[in-house]
């Protein structure tokens, strides 16, 4: 995805009041279903409507999506992103909170390179019995059937997966 935005458009920017959804995208590098998305999701305030029902926004809108993406880049979710938001909208300083969804993020971060760790000795202890052991008769695989290394948590497996899914 495309997130700079070159300087001469941004000055071409500052001379409109107004932008249509494609040209958000493009300014942005943010497509359309996202930007769409993310008016559902309460992250930019509904735009106005032309007559015949194209999305107009206003040049602000380019400046909200870069603050989106720099959050995201900093791990937050969209909904922390939201919330952020609303404080804001609603007079006051978000900072605080933003302290503490970091520091709580980085708790978590902590946690689980631990977990990590401890799953990446436990992993490469039973490679080294295995590569000793050479093949063990099971129902399909003797070295995996013998081995008892605890599954490294959900929210670590998932971490990823639910990364992926806030993009989009």
Known sequence: MRTAVKLS??????????????????????????????????????????????RIYDANVVDRLAFIKRAQVLGFTLDEI???????????????????????????LDERMKEMKRYRRELGAALAGWDKAGAIDGDICGLIEGTHIEPVPSATRGMRKKAVKEKR
């Open 9 to 54: 458009q941004l000055t071409n920017v500052g001379h409109r009041s107004s932008l249509k959804i494609g040209e958000v995208s493009k300014l942005s590098g943010i497509g359309i279903e996202a930007l769409r998305f993310y008016e559902r999701s309460g992250l930019l305030g509904r735009p106005a409507r032309t007559a015949s029902g194209y």
């Open 82 to 108: 939201k919330q952020i938001i609303a404080e804001k909208q609603s007079g006051q300083s978000p900072c605080a909170e933003v302290r503490e969804i970091v520091r709580q993020r980085l708790q978590e």
